[in-house]
C-alpha cells in the first residue's frame, strides 16, 4: 500500500527536504549507500572484492536537465574509472550508468548527448580494463536506452543493459538480447508503472521474471540473475543447470547492503556474486526506491523515528 508514495516522494523536491533533515536517515543511508565520495566508492570496493564478491559501481544521479551537469557526470565516472584502474580493482569492479544521468532527457537532442556521454564512459571502461552497464528506469526511456545500447555494442560488444521483468514487452526484449557475448541484467523493477505497459501483482511479476530467465538461460549471452527472491535465486540455478551452464556463465546480483549472508553463501558455492554499489551526494531517489521495494527496509526506518529525536 506504501509504495506508490513512497515512490511519488522519491521525485518531490518537499519530501526530499524533509527525509533528508530526519536524524535517522543518514544511519540508513549508509545501510544502502557507500559514501558521498570517490574515495569511499574505492574504499568499500576494495572491501568488498577481499571478501569475495564482485561490484557494479553507480554514481547516483538521474533527470539531469542540465548538459554541463550531464558532461561533469560522465567526466566523474571517468574518475572513477581511472581509480579502479589504478588500484587494481577494476578486473572485478565494473560501472552502471543511467542515461538521464548523462543527457537522455535534454530535449531533442537528449539522445545524442547520452550517446557521446555513454560512449566516453566505455572508452575509459575499456582502457580500465572492465566494463560497463547500462540502468534501466521507468517504461518511457525503454526504446531510447535499447537503441542507445545497440549503437554503443558496435563498437563495445560487451556492454550490458537491464531489463525489468514487471514490463510486458521484456520476454520479447530478452530473447532479443540474449546473442553470443550479450550481457543482460534481469531485475523485477523499481518504478511505478501504468496496468497498460506494466504487470501489477507479485505473482505476475514473478512469473515474468521465470519467463524472461528462461529466455537468458537458454540464450548465448551472459545472464546477470538480479534478485533477492529466494525463490527466484533457486530457480535461475535450476535453469542454469537444466541448461548446461557452468558457474562462470552467469551471475547474480544484490544490492549493497541487502542480505549479505546469502550474498556470502552464493560466494561459497563457487557462484559468481556481484554487489551494485551505490555512491554520491544525489542518493535521496535510490534511497526512496529501496524503502519502496521492501517493507523491512521501511519498518527500520519508521523503528529509527520512533526511537531517536
Not at 556474486?273 to 529501496?290: A, S, V
Request: neutral net charge; hydrophobic residues 40%; glycine residues 8%.
Amino acid at each position: 500500500m506504501l509504495r506508490a508514495p513512497l515512490l511519488a516522494a522519491a521525485r518531490s523536491p518537499r519530501a526530499r527536504a524533509v527525509v533528508q533533515q530526519l536524524p535517522p536517515t543518514r544511519a540508513l543511508v549508509e545501510r544502502f549507500v557507500a559514501g558521498e565520495g570517490l574515495d569511499d566508492a574505492v574504499a568499500v570496493t576494495d572491501e568488498l572484492v577481499g571478501a569475495g564478491r564482485r561490484i557494479t559501481l553507480d554514481h547516483l544521479g538521474e533527470d539531469t536537465r542540465d548538459a554541463a551537469q550531464a558532461a561533469e557526470t560522465a567526466a566523474a565516472y571517468e574518475r572513477l574509472l581511472g581509480a579502479l584502474k589504478e588500484t587494481g580493482l577494476a578486473e572485478r569492479a565494473e560501472v552502471s550508468v543511467k542515461l538521464s544521468a548523462v543527457g537522455q532527457f535534454l530535449g531533442a537532442d537528449g539522445e545524442r548527448v547520452a550517446l557521446d556521454n555513454a560512449r566516453r564512459i566505455c572508452a575509459a571502461a575499456t582502457d580500465a580494463g572492465t566494463t560497463v552497464t547500462l540502468d534501466m528506469e521507468d517504461h518511457t526511456t525503454t526504446d531510447s536506452t535499447l537503441g542507445i545500447a545497440r549503437e554503443l555494442r558496435a563498437d563495445f560488444p560487451w556492454l550490458g543493459v537491464v531489463l525489468q521483468a514487471y514490463l510486458h514487452r521484456t520476454e520479447a526484449d530478452c530473447a532479443d538480447f540474449a546473442g553470443p557475448g550479450s550481457r543482460v541484467r534481469l531485475c523485477k523493477g523499481a518504478y511505478q508503472e501504468p496496468v497498460s505497459v506494466a504487470f501489477q501483482s507479485k505473482r505476475e511479476v514473478d512469473l515474468s521474471y521465470v519467463r524472461c530467465l528462461k529466455q537468458l538461460m537458454r540464450g548465448e549471452g551472459y545472464p546477470m540473475v538480479a534478485s533477492h527472491d529466494p525463490r527466484m535465486i533457486r530457480i535461475a540455478g535450476q535453469l542454469a543447470q537444466w541448461s548446461n551452464r557452468k558457474l562462470d556463465t552467469f551471475e547474480y546480483q544484490m544490492l549493497y547492503g541487502i542480505r549479505p549472508d546469502e550474498q556470502q553463501r552464493l560466494v561459497d558455492t563457487g557462484a559468481t556474486m556481484r554487489i551494485y554499489l551505490p555512491y554520491g551526494g544525489e542518493w535521496y531517489g535510490y534511497f526512496m526506491r529501496r524503502l519502496a521495494e521492501r517493507p523491512a527496509n521501511l519498518a527500520f526506518f519508521l523503528r529509527a523515528l520512533a526511537t531517536k529525536n
